[in-house]
T-cell receptor
Framework: AQSVTQLGSHVSVSEGALVLLRCNYSSSVPPYLFWYVQYPNQGLQLLLKYTTGATLVKGINGFEAEFKKSETSFHLTKPSAHMSDAAEYFCAVSAQGGSEKLVFGKGMKLTVNP | KAGVTQTPRYLIKTRGQQVTLSCSPISGHRSVSWYQQTPGQGLQFLFEYFSETQRNKGNFPGRFSGRQFSNSRSEMNVSTLELGDSALYLC?????????????FGPGTRLLVL
């Protein structure tokens, strides 16, 4: 079985500051890891994903994440926050043979202050 | 290409009624998954259909059911509605059923049970 932990539910940063959203996962088999973003009253949009290969993954809107197997982590970062980044961010895990298609963390609401 | 579409977008029902939600995947996608999103439980996997067959099922009671048609369109049905079924129901499609594939989400159907 897989699980995802996103500690906390809200994070607030100033415009131009570093964005760091933490994600830790648990999986008994090699995981596939995803970050999705959800804007108010909308569905989820994929930011980036890790399947195999390079552990530093670059996504849309300047986001990137690094898969660290030894730390079972997949933290999301962006060097400089923009007002338009305000949204809710979800980390998710899947694995071949898993009973659930995607297992999501509880989400992190990002606020960007001017 | 058109994205994932879900109908209706909003729905109000009363306890005990049943409801059917519809999802049209991206053209060419054969896998459709359903998720329930609530403030308390977050995003939870309901089930996945691929080529008209249910591939995976989450931990939901039998009141929740679904099906997929030969054109890959999918419906989910909830019978004997309870207040706790109030949620945003998200549909996602992917080309195939492999765990590493990206799922593309629709805007969701917001169900309110009174």
């Amino acid at each position: 079985a897989q699980s995802v932990t996103q500690l906390g539910s809200h994070v607030s940063v100033s415009e131009g500051a570093l964005v760091l959203l933490r994600c830790n996962y648990s999986s008994s088999v090699p995981p596939y890891l995803f970050w999705y973003v959800q804007y108010p009253n909308q569905g989820l949009q994929l930011l980036l994903k890790y399947t195999t290969g390079a552990t530093l993954v670059k996504g849309i809107n300047g986001f990137e994440a690094e898969f660290k197997k030894s730390e079972t982590s997949f933290h999301l970062t962006k060097p400089s926050a923009h007002m338009s980044d305000a949204a809710e961010y979800f980390c998710a895990v899947s694995a071949q043979g898993g009973s659930e298609k995607l297992v999501f963390g509880k989400g992190m609401k990002l606020t960007v202050n001017p | 290409k058109a994205g994932v579409t879900q109908t209706p977008r909003y729905l109000i029902k009363t306890r005990g009624q049943q409801v059917t939600l519809s999802c049209s995947p991206i053209s060419g996608h054969r896998s459709v998954s359903w998720y329930q999103q609530t403030p308390g439980q977050g995003l939870q996997f309901l089930f996945e259909y691929f080529s008209e067959t249910q591939r995976n099922k989450g931990n939901f009671p039998g009141r929740f059911s679904g099906r997929q048609f030969s054109n890959s369109r999918s419906e989910m049905n909830v019978s004997t509605l309870e207040l706790g079924d109030s949620a945003l129901y998200l549909c996602a499609s992917s080309l195939g059923s492999r765990a590493a594939e990206t799922q593309y989400f629709g805007p969701g159907t917001r169900l309110l049970v009174l």
